[in-house]
């Protein structure tokens, strides 16, 4: 009886100090986020299939502004320009003539910017939260599990150094990861406002989701 109540008493302590790490990790990353209250950079992004191959490497530059506006302008090889309000968020292919318009609040972390601002509530709340041990590269990185199945993404991982955000690797539930680095790095700036507005063009599809869900 002694040998069952101490298994239970160490299993407890072991549950417990897995639950305060990772309430520190959540904290630590709220507060890497939260002292971000404005960016812009410029960007590389590539996706890796399940076996970890690589396909085109693309580029762009982007800009975010607490709470949920932001700008993920791809500019080459095939440019593509998303855009959020903090109500609404437009995704304009133009190659396809087609702009999308969605919800903020529906996009269950689409967008690697979405994520920065992480619009939605408390950290901990949507995601289990991880500290990761340093790379050879120097970066303290944290890795984000979504709490809800409804995430594209599996697990998004991100990697900081002096208080900013250098890299980011989104899994999807396929086993693909998209990798994200991050240069030119300017935070806590003033933005203008036009940065996360959009007028489609004209003679462009336009698919508004945010009259389906009325």
């Known amino acids: 009886m002694k040998t069952v109540f101490l298994r239970f008493?160490?299993?407890?302590?072991?549950?417990?100090?897995g639950a305060a790490r990772a309430q520190t990790a959540a904290a630590e990353l709220s507060a890497l986020l939260s002292g971000t209250q404005s960016m812009r950079a410029d960007f590389s992004q590539v996706v890796y299939d399940n076996r970890g191959k690589g396909g085109q490497r693309s580029y762009g530059r982007m800009a975010l502004q607490r709470p949920g506006k932001f700008r993920w302008e791809v500019t080459r090889p095939i440019p593509q320009v998303i855009i959020a309000n903090g109500k609404r968020l437009w995704i304009y292919d133009p190659d396809l003539e087609q702009v999308t318009?969605?919800?903020?609040?529906?996009t269950a972390g689409e967008?690697?910017?979405?994520?920065?601002?992480?619009?939605?509530?408390?950290l901990e709340k949507d995601y289990v939260v991880k500290s990761l041990s340093k790379k050879s590269s120097g970066l303290q990185w944290y890795q984000l599990t979504p709490r809800s199945g409804d995430n594209m993404f599996a697990s998004v991982q991100m990697g900081f150094m002096n208080n900013q955000i250098r890299e980011m690797l989104l899994r999807d539930h396929l086993g693909h990861t998209t990798g994200i680095q991050f240069k030119n790095i300017k935070t806590n700036v003033s933005l203008s406002a036009s940065l996360f507005t959009f007028r489609p063009p004209a003679n462009v599809d336009v698919i508004d989701e945010t009259r389906r869900n009325r």
Request: no cysteine.
């Open 9 to 17: 008493f160490f299993l407890t302590l072991f549950l417990m100090a």
């Open 101 to 106: 318009i969605r919800a903020l609040n529906q």
């Open 111 to 122: 967008t690697p910017a979405l994520l920065l601002s992480h619009v939605g509530g408390v």
